[in-house]
């Protein structure tokens, strides 16, 4: 995984990943996947972009971290527009 060099500390994310089920609020249902809980906290606590600190996770899988919405819901509620260019018109 990536290193990061901050005030002498070697960081090297997904070091202890647990598997973890997560809600969607949307439909209710549970998503599973593996991460760092440390690295989570990196993100919240530490102020490290989520995308830099879990690089592991996909798109969706880092989207239902932060906004409790699993990636089908995503996909209905914010339509890609480059994909699906007349969603909002
Ligand atoms: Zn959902």
């Known amino acids: 995984m990536r290193r990061e060099s901050r005030k002498g500390l070697k960081v090297v ?46 798109g969706g899988e880092r989207e239902i971290l932060l906004t409790a919405t699993c990636p089908d819901c995503w996909a209905l509620l914010c339509v890609d527009p480059v994909l699906h260019p007349l969603a909002y018109s």
């Open 13 to 58: 994310y997904g070091t202890n990943r647990e598997l973890t089920t997560v809600q969607c609020c949307v439909c209710k249902k549970f998503v599973a996947m593996r991460f760092d809980k440390d690295d989570l906290a990196r993100h919240l606590y530490g102020g490290v972009l989520i995308r830099d600190c879990m690089p592991y996770l996909s």
